[in-house]
């Protein structure tokens, strides 16, 4: 079977490596496409391929139509909103993704933007400690999980809110259930958010929603762009001189955002998952994924069902 690896941001050389391994020890062949700059290279380079593994390229119809061989893409990790589903169903085309394997990344990477948040970007100003204050988790998955984690050992006091996650599961973590997204809100210093991009989520971090935050609130995005309605958070930023909006997706009014001084900080390029054990964990996650599915027809991480 020829597999391709498409991505525009490519995995550490290691990782592929390590993939090239799996999938040749399968009896496989890798063809790699990186840092392409064109939907032409992509829809050339599936044409003949019978799986796909990619990150945050986006997979839409065009790309199933072309890809007449495809019966396999595994999402090197997470969030799968980069493809449109219905159309891989039309194709008899199996989606899968790799939960878990770089949630450690992103959260670490939640608090490398919080200490430099409440530090006032090093500015050199006194900031504040997060010993003894609240972080909210918005969406208790497994970023979310380990940013509860990780928060405990800064003594914070951790709170989360999941529409699909039972609040004695939350509870049995050693984590404060909060019974909805407006509470945790109100409840915490700093929120972090962990939720998809959705139907049901897109635009749904709001003025009103945001606006519950008490004097001197954080709020962190590691999750989608797609869940900020920008206006909004503008609007309530320019307000409410207190708050801090901290992102790890560079907005697209990210120019207004920059207005806010000392009260916004963009990573240039999204890097939650930038680290070589999870370029790793994923990558080789996606590898014996596809190996699997050819080998016994094992469907466990798939989405699209
Ligand atoms: C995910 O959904 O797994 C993360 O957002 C990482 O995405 P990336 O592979 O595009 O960095």
């Known amino acids: ?3 391709l690896i498409a991505t525009e941001k490519p995995f550490a050389s290691a990782a592929v490596a390590r993939m ?4 040749e020890k399968a009896g496989h062949e890798l ?3 990186e840092k392409y700059s064109e939907k032409s290279q992509l829809l050339s380079a599936v044409s003949e391929a019978d799986a796909l593994i990619v990150r945050s390229d986006k997979i839409d119809a065009e790309v199933f139509e072309a890809a007449k061989q495809l019966k396999i893409v595994v999402r090197a990790g997470a ?4 493809i449109d589903l219905n159309a891989a169903i039309a194709h008899h085309v199996v989606v899968e993704n790799t939960p878990g394997q770089n949630a450690n990344a992103v959260a670490e990477l939640v608090f490398g933007l919080l200490v430099y948040a409440v530090r006032n970007f090093y500015n050199g100003k006194s900031g504040c400690e997060l010993k003894g204050r609240k972080i909210g988790l918005l969406a208790f998955g497994n970023v979310g999980r380990n940013v509860a984690r990780i928060a405990k050992g800064f003594d914070m006091d951790v709170y989360a809110y999941d529409a699909y996650c039972p609040a004695d599961v939350i509870e049995a973590a050693g984590v404060h259930p909060v019974r909805n997204q407006e509470e ?9 958010l962990h939720i998809p991009a959705t139907p049901e989520t897109r635009n749904s971090i709001d003025h009103a929603l945001v606006g519950k935050m008490k004097k001197g609130g954080v709020l962190i995005n590691t999750a989608r762009k797609e869940i900020i309605n920008e206006a909004e958070l503008l609007r309530l930023l320019s307000e409410r001189e207190d708050l801090k909006f901290i992102t790890d997706i560079k907005p697209d009014a990210h120019e207004d955002f920059l207005k806010l001084e000392g009260r916004y900080f963009s990573t240039p390029k999204k890097m939650g998952a930038q680290t070589a054990e999870a370029n790793l964990n994923a990558g080789v996650a996606a590898a014996c994924q596809i190996n699997a599915f050819f080998k016994d027809g ?8």
């Open 1 to 3: 079977m020829k597999i």
């Open 31 to 33: 063809e790699l496409l």
């Open 298 to 305: 094992c469907t466990k991480f798939q989405v699209n069902k």
């Open 79 to 82: 969030g799968y909103d980069n």
């Open 20 to 23: 090239r391994d799996e999938i």
């Open 184 to 192: 945790l809100f109100a409840t915490c210093d700093v929120v972090s």
